[in-house]
């Protein structure tokens, strides 16, 4: 399979960017290893996806060309079809879920200047899909398919077609994983031409396509999926890239969404790197890996950088309530004068600051409970804030502590 990879390498000059493999100082000390991160997000489309759909539609005959091509996709699939059907003049219709961030769309319709349809429909990838596949079946088009397909695959193993060009000395490559297309053709390409490579899978933790097939012995459909991270929220892993993945992969390791958003804010913060939740997979999981990766030049897969500006409110939410550093509350306040500047005052810590404050009951407010926020400096500081509202005889209910309460109020 390595000569139709170098083959998509080919057909991809001029018309791809080939990416660079950049070293991290700052990830290097903390692991102490060599980290490299391989910038996909600086592709022309922000993604990797670009190499499978352009290898895909560039090998249609003249009669497929003539009729169009139909893809679904949460995004970076949708926006690499758009971008070549474009570049190669072919129309197509694009079957996004209805929760796509505005970003995705807006580039999307942008790369395809007029040569592609968008339809928003179902509330996730898998929805999406089967309404894709009907249209397409019904008017007899090409269906581009964003991962389990072996053109696809061919030409996301481009990836590893650079990666051992520019650093042959690899030891550890970490991939991230949706549908497994990026991890079946760059992990295939590794491996043929390093065998004693190891290759590393990364899921979110809510959306365990790969990880659950592993257990179940072969692809399987997750009744639920937590859709946070858009550009990797699959819910049944392809039968073709499964079969590769099952083969290929050293290990395959969850990745919590909070984590994933704590990474996503420190690319930025620290690197000035914008990386979407799916891009930021494979730095997430170095945590998990760092016994494996300790003294080793190792690879992290960045896989996209389509993140909506509008979305970082909700990434710093869910990056400090991971850390342990904000805090829901019920608090029935004591039916005593001062109570509420007690609570300020004598309760919270010095550093501790209240970021949400609001009364439940619609009438008679002051007399019913309140939620309150509590954002922390440091996280061990918790259970002496837990302490003092105790010590002061605040009845309270810690709302982190209760999913659905969780769900329902935050």
């Known amino acids: 399979m390595n000569q139709a990879i170098e083959s998509a ?8 960017n080939p990416t660079p493999l950049q070293f991290s100082q700052r990830l290097s000390e903390k692991y102490s290893a060599s980290v490299y991160i391989k910038r996909e997000d600086l592709q022309l489309v922000r993604s990797y996806k670009l190499r499978g759909a352009y290898n895909k ?3 249609l005959t003249d009669a497929e060309r003539s009729k169009g091509v139909v893809c679904a996709s949460a995004g970076n699939h949708a926006q690499g079809v758009a971008f070549s059907c474009k570049k190669l003049g072919i129309k197509g219709v694009i079957f996004m879920p209805s929760p796509t961030p505005k970003q995705k769309i807006n580039q999307t319709e942008m790369f395809g200047n007029g040569y592609i349809e968008i339809v928003l429909t179902g509330d996730t990838f898998d929805d999406c899909q089967q309404t894709a596949l009907a249209y397409c079946a019904k008017h007899e088009l ?3 398919h964003p991962f389990d397909d072996l053109d696809i695959i061919e030409g996301q193993g481009t990836v590893g ?4 060009r520019d650093q042959p000395d690899t030891d550890i490559v970490i991939i991230p994983i949706g549908g497994g297309g990026l991890a079946s053709g760059t992990g295939t390409y590794l491996r043929n031409a390093k065998s004693r490579i190891r290759l590393f899978g990364v899921e979110p933790e809510g959306a365990p396509s790969l990880k659950a097939a592993l257990a179940h012995g072969g692809p399987i459909t997750l009744d639920e999926i937590n859709r946070f991270v858009d550009g990797a929220a699959v819910k049944r892993i392809g039968n073709l890239t499964y079969q590769y993945c099952s083969q290929l992969l050293d290990g395959v390791h969850l990745v919590p969404e909070g984590k994933i958003c704590t990474t996503i804010l420190e690319l930025y913060n620290k690197d000035a790197i914008v990386a979407e939740p799916a891009g930021a997979l494979a730095i997430a999981a170095l945590d998990g890996y760092q016994d494996e990766i300790r003294g080793k030049t190792v690879v992290c897969i960045l896989s996209g950088g389509n993140n909506d500006i509008d979305r970082m409110g909700e990434i710093k939410e869910l990056s400090l309530l991971y850390e342990g550093l904000k805090h829901y509350f019920i608090v029935r306040f ?3 004068p001062g109570a509420l500047k007690l609570f300020v005052n004598e309760v919270l810590g010095p550093h501790d600051d209240i970021t949400r404050f609001e009364f439940i009951k619609k009438t008679q407010r002051e007399r019913g409970p309140a939620l309150v926020g509590v954002e922390l400096q440091k996280a061990e500081d918790y259970p002496q804030l837990v302490e003092r509202m105790r010590e002061h005889r605040f009845d309270f209910k810690e709302v982190n502590k209760d999913p659905t309460l969780f769900e329902y109020l935050i």
Not at 10 to 16: E, P
Not at 161 to 164: C, F, K
Request: proline share 5%; glycine share 4%.
């Open 334 to 336: 004591p039916q005593r």
């Open 142 to 144: 090409t269906f581009i």
């Open 161 to 164: 077609v650079e990666i051992l």
């Open 9 to 16: 390498a080919d057909r991809l000059k001029g018309v791809i």
């Open 57 to 59: 539609i560039s090998k």
